[in-house]
């Protein structure tokens, strides 16, 4: 079993629509980190997260440490918004989840 | 544009070969990391570089290598390549060396092994 699992594998939503993309992981971490890649490959870091909740425009992330859990949510999609979301954990470096692959039509 | 460079962008190479991917990080970041990212493994942590010293070690092969030069651009040597080495070489950087500090990627260096 991975240690950072992502749900769902794959996601496709109509424009507008409320998105969330889970992320649970089964060892002690002191951060997570949220990452989107671009169709064409490249990476950018959306947040980093140890406690709480943090918003940036349109999205939304949360953690509960307790839990094990983290959450990636899009408010009001765009077709623009399609990219492979992906969760990452810190504990001595960064283990990385799977990857959600998300496509937001028009 | 993150601001950290990698050349080249792609690279086509023969099994057994050796090449050199490289970085430039982010004017005054002095943190380097390595990844890989494969079709079957995900993306995977290799290597962290902090001011020219190793700072901690993911899974790299012994195959692989890496160091960071004074003006702190690293490079990662990738020896005896197999088919298995195509990959997305990405780096990234940070200011400093903490895990808990956001980091900056690269677009990537595509490996294809042929």
């Known amino acids: 079993k991975n240690e950072v699992e992502q749900s769902p594998q794959n996601l496709t939503a109509q424009e507008g629509e409320f998105i969330t993309i889970n992320c649970s992981y089964s060892?002690?971490?002191?951060?997570l980190h949220w990452l989107q890649q671009h169709p064409g490959g490249g990476i950018v870091s959306l947040f980093m997260l140890s406690s709480g909740k943090k918003k940036h425009g349109r999205l939304i992330a949360t953690i509960n440490i307790q839990e094990k859990h983290s959450s990636l949510h899009i408010t009001a999609s765009h077709p623009r918004d399609s990219a492979v979301y992906i969760c990452a954990v810190i504990r001595d470096d960064m283990r990385f989840g799977a990857g959600t692959r998300l496509t937001v039509k028009p | 544009d993150s601001g950290v460079t990698q050349t080249p962008k792609h690279l086509i190479t023969a099994t057994g070969q050796r090449v050199t991917l490289r970085c430039s990080p982010r004017?005054?970041?002095?943190?380097v990391y390595w990844y890989q990212q494969s079709l079957d493994q995900g993306l995977q942590f290799l290597i962290q570089?902090?001011?020219?010293?190793?700072?901690a070690k993911g899974n790299i092969l012994e195959r692989f290598s890496a160091q960071q030069f004074p003006d702190l651009h690293s490079e990662l040597n990738l020896s005896s390549l197999e088919l298995g080495d195509s990959a997305l070489y990405f780096c990234?950087?940070?200011?400093?060396?903490?895990?808990?500090?956001?980091?900056?990627f690269g677009q990537g260096t595509r490996l294809t092994v042929v």
């Open positions: 004017s005054g970041d002095l943190s």
């Open positions: 990234a950087s940070s200011v400093d060396g903490g895990w808990n500090t956001e980091a900056f």
């Open positions: 570089y902090y001011n020219g010293e190793e700072r």
């Open positions: 060892v002690g971490i002191s951060a």
